[in-house]
């Protein structure tokens, strides 16, 4: 059972970046398509960005240019480098297989854009 642990979140002001690091322990975690989430009080846990086993990125409209998710198979982690953040990229962050979200859901990390 693959076990996800977020960090990386924080305040930043807007036009700012961050990086967020998603942690993956047990399984078989390097044959997992994975992806970012991001989730605001009272709304659905909705897809930033998306990676292949093999590197193929895809990412939403909101964020393309500004994000860019990668991973390391080697050591069990997926990254989300953000750029020329949003207040409206305020939410909290997770990480999980793609498309499913099948894993157990980790405690996400706060991003908090301020204007």
């Known amino acids: 059972q693959v076990q996800l642990v977020e960090s990386g979140g924080g305040l930043v002001q807007a036009g700012g970046s961050l990086r967020l690091f998603c942690a993956a322990s047990?399984?078989?975690?390097?044959?997992?398509?994975m992806g970012w989430y991001r989730q605001t009080p009272g709304k659905q846990r909705d897809l930033v960005a998306s990676?292949?086993?093999?590197?193929?990125?895809n990412y939403a409209d909101s964020v393309k240019g500004r994000f860019t998710i990668s991973r390391d198979n080697a050591k069990n982690a997926v990254y989300l480098q953000m750029t020329s953040l949003k207040p409206e990229d305020t939410a909290v962050y997770y990480c999980?297989?793609?498309?499913?979200?099948?894993?157990?859901w980790g405690q996400g990390t706060q991003v908090t854009v301020s204007s």
């Open positions: 999980n297989a793609y498309p499913t979200g099948f894993l157990t």
């Open positions: 047990g399984g078989i975690f390097s044959a997992i398509p």
């Open positions: 990676i292949t086993a093999r590197g193929n990125t």
